[in-house]
């Protein structure tokens, strides 16, 4: 009786081309994203790709695929108590709908009718974090430079004042700096966290590759499930995207990939690179524009220079 009223439910936002239940457990079922170094353990769930495999049927209302979704949100759930904390379904992918979200940006400033969903947010996210992943892998991380990163560490006040600069909004302003400086560490830490980083490197590369599904995989069942993929669907802009990538590691103290790759250096480049024409995101920007004319600001800008 219960998976037959979630299959109505499920059925009934499908008519009504939000699919809130369907986008929200794809984004979120725990997994893809664990990241294997930081402060806490990594936390990854073996069945992922069986519960997301029929997104289309999902979309439709299938019993089969309902109940097989649910089995992994029911099981989200249960990890999170397991573990006391919600990072093991939580992580770099939220904090960027947790930002949109604080900030108003997208469909929930000015727009009318129902709200976006979280879920549908979180799914953009999760395309976004996935792609930035896949840029690290790429990178040799077992041979970074620690000396030089351990010298142009910014210091306390320094992250401070860089926290407040990206901030217009008063309260967000001083619970960014109060969830920053919780997880600041001096230069001397960064120097030993990165030695094990890169001691660790190789297998946790290897580990993180095999646990990671690919950005263009998850855009798709998304798409299938009748989900948003895209800054632009949400009416985000492309500069508040972009910027998403630097800003969203400010508002919580969890370590996610974004610190990861602050800490390294690499973060800046990496979106350069997901914004540059060939880029992930620059290449779904051109498909954009020849679309309805808009095209971001990265892109726009490199192409001038070329």
Known sequence: MGAKLIEAALQEATDTQNVNIG???????????????????????????????????LRAGDLKSTEQLMEGLILSGLGMQSYHSSRTASGAEHQFSHLWEMEGLGHGEGHRGTPLSHGFKVGV?????????????????????????HASWPTREAMERSVRAQRTVPDLERGAVEQTLAKYISAGELAQRLELLRDVWPGLREKVRVQLMPAEQIREKLQAAGCPTGPVEIGLSWEDFEATYLRA?????????????????????????????EGYWGRTAASHARTDGTRVAGSLRRSEEA
């Open 249 to 277: 590691r400010t508002i919580r103290k969890r370590y996610t990939v974004l610190d990861l790759a602050f800490e390294a250096g690499i973060l800046e480049e990496c979106v350069d690179e997901l914004f540059a024409p």
């Open 125 to 149: 996210g999760t395309v976004a974090i996935a792609a930035l992943y896949e840029l690290i892998l790429e990178r040799d991380l077992g041979d970074l430079n620690v000396e030089a990163l």
């Open 23 to 57: 986008g929200g457990a794809l984004a979120s079922i725990p997994g893809v994203f664990r990241e294997g170094f930081g402060d806490n353990p990594a936390v990854v769930v073996d069945h992922l790709r069986g519960w997301t495999d029929s997104p289309a049927e």
